[in-house]
């Protein structure tokens, strides 16, 4: 297979052919052109003679033809002729796989690019899908517990409503009038009579307990008793915590008041 510097070699040696070749035709033209100089005469006696009357005179000899012009470089042998052909179908397949190269190469990437741009759109819609569900468990979960917490609050708003009933009941009955003549009575165990104390002492007194009848805080409300009455029955409330308990535990009230009517 011939290079492709020889190539340019070649074409290198026909234009200097060609340029050599167009320069002698230019030199001789201006050669031809240049007008002839003038050739000296002599003085010369001379006498016309007809030339057909001379014997044997020497006939002028014909003009030399022009020298043949160039054709120019050397046509190329059939040799030649089938290897420029070879060389060209060779390079012309050459750029022909390069091409169906870099066509497959671009294909591939294209599809390439395109399988990595599902992927991604599948892992986003994925996380998309997960992000959602994940929501709706925590909106389903966050209703089930407000249910139950108002389901819970319910329940005991009823259970509160029940007690509250069911007490008030009780304490509209014989039984809380019971309980609390039998806290006077103790109360009235445990007064200590002061002096000044006269008949008819009548005293509203407010006493809170804890659950188990312990006596916390007592303060006297109306009294027609004096100063050392007051403070007597209230130091009377005292020593007789803690108070007897309710008959009924729905009976039992923190805070109580107590009409006290010392006998």
């Known amino acids: 297979m011939p290079r492709v510097s020889d190539r340019w070699v070649s074409i290198a040696l026909s234009v200097l052919l060609h340029a050599a070749l167009l320069g002698a035709l230019v030199y001789g033209w201006l050669l031809f052109r240049r007008p002839p100089r003038p050739t000296p005469t002599l003085a010369i006696e001379a006498r016309v003679v007809d030339a057909r009357s001379v014997t044997g005179a020497a006939q002028p000899a014909p003009p030399s033809p022009p020298p043949p012009e160039s054709e120019g470089p050397p046509q190329p042998t059939p040799e030649e002729l ?85 007490g008030r009941r009780a304490r509209a009955g014989p039984a809380l ?50 100063q050392a009455v007051r403070e007597s029955i209230e130091a009377a409330v005292y020593r007789a915590s803690p108070l007897p308990p309710p008959p009924d535990p729905d009976l039992f009230d923190r805070h109580l008041r107590i009409d006290f009517k010392p006998d």
């Open 82 to 166: 089938a290897q420029r052909e070879q060389q060209r179908q060779q390079e012309e397949a050459a750029a022909q796989q390069q091409l169906a190269e870099q066509q497959a190469a671009e294909a591939a990437a294209a599809e390439a690019a395109r399988r990595e741009a599902e992927q991604r759109a599948a892992a986003e819609r994925k996380e998309r899908e997960a992000a959602e569900a994940q929501k709706r468990a925590a909106e389903e979960q966050q209703r089930a517990t407000e249910a139950k917490e108002q389901s819970e609050r319910e329940q005991e708003l009823q259970r509160d409503l029940a007690a509250e009933e069911q």
């Open 177 to 226: 009038a019971a309980w609390q003549s039998q806290i006077a009575a103790r109360i009235n165990r445990a007064w200590l009579r002061p002096p000044t104390a006269r008949a008819g002492i009548e005293c509203m007194l407010n006493v809170t307990q804890v659950p188990g009848g312990e006596v916390t805080e007592v303060s006297i409300g109306e009294c027609n008793g004096d």
